[in-house]
Antibody, heavy 120, light 112 residues
Framework: QLQLQESGPGLVKPSETLSLTCTVSGGSISRSSYYWGWIRQSPGKGLEWIGSIYYSGSTYQNPSLRRRLTMSVDTSKNQFSLKLRSVTAADTAIYYC????????????WGQGTTVTVSS | QSVLTQPPSVSGAPGQRVTIACTGS?????????VHWYQQFPGTAPKLLIY???NRPSGVPDRFSGSKSGTSASLAITGLQAEDEGDYYC????????????FGGGTKLTVL
């Protein structure tokens, strides 16, 4: 059974870089036809797609976050990661990683989420 | 504001049928992009409920159904149960502004 688990610091200072990793177990991240995505949810708010990456390293990202965002994949570790630079309090959220079935299948497997707070 | 518009809340009594609308535009739902629906309970991750407009993943009861027409989509829940109470989100793809996956603002379902 495919499982995803987010990891990373729970507290980041303003203007610094938020770094998270998602570890995939129970299946290979290199399986074709799926991307691997990040979604966040600000406190008491709705869901916002951050970006998605293919095992080859190809990405597509939310235009509103693109200039601050770097995504990467490590197939040897079955992991993918995100770095969000120059964070502010507005980046405080629960960050989820999920398997992205592109436009046809939606996000069909989710991690449990990790809370990131931006504060000095 | 979200690119996809949902009612903030809906409610219904046990056993009733409720629907949740998701209104988009010609750059997302109206452009033919599929709509997906997610169910979320407090403190938990969203769960895929409907994909590709009308399809249910394995394990999702047939009380849940999806439809799409023009620039809108809809989630219907029949035989409402207390455990259905939670938040529901629609999601699609928007081709404007370099393209982006977009979510609706979410609908809080209350079972009376």
């Amino acid at each position: 059974q495919l499982q995803l688990q987010e990891s990373g610091p729970g507290l980041v200072k303003p203007s610094e870089t938020l770094s998270l990793t998602c570890t995939v177990s129970g299946g290979s991240i290199s399986r074709s036809s799926y991307y691997w995505g990040w979604i966040r949810q600000s406190p008491g708010k709705g869901l916002e797609w951050i970006g998605s990456i293919y095992y080859s390293g190809s990405t597509y990202q939310n235009p509103s976050l693109r200039r601050r965002l770097t995504m990467s994949v490590d197939t040897s570790k079955n992991q993918f990661s995100l770095k969000l630079r120059s964070v502010t309090a507005a980046d405080t959220a629960i960050y989820y990683c999920a398997r992205d079935g592109a436009t046809i299948y939606g996000f069909d497997v989710w991690g449990q989420g990790t809370t990131v707070t931006v504060s000095s | 504001q979200s690119v996809l518009t949902q009612p903030p809340s809906v409610s219904g009594a046990p056993g009733q049928r409720v629907t949740i609308a998701c209104t988009g535009s010609t750059s997302n739902i109206g452009a033919g992009y599929d709509v997906h629906w997610y169910q979320q309970f407090p403190g938990t991750a969203p769960k895929l409920l409907i994909y590709g407009n009308i399809n249910r993943p394995s394990g999702v009861p047939d009380r849940f159904s999806g439809s799409k027409s023009g620039t809108s989509a809809s989630l219907a829940i029949t035989g409402l149960q207390a455990e259905d109470e939670g938040d529901y989100y629609c999601q699609s793809y928007d081709s404007s502004l370099s393209g982006s996956k977009v979510f609706g603002g979410g609908t809080k379902l209350t079972v009376l």
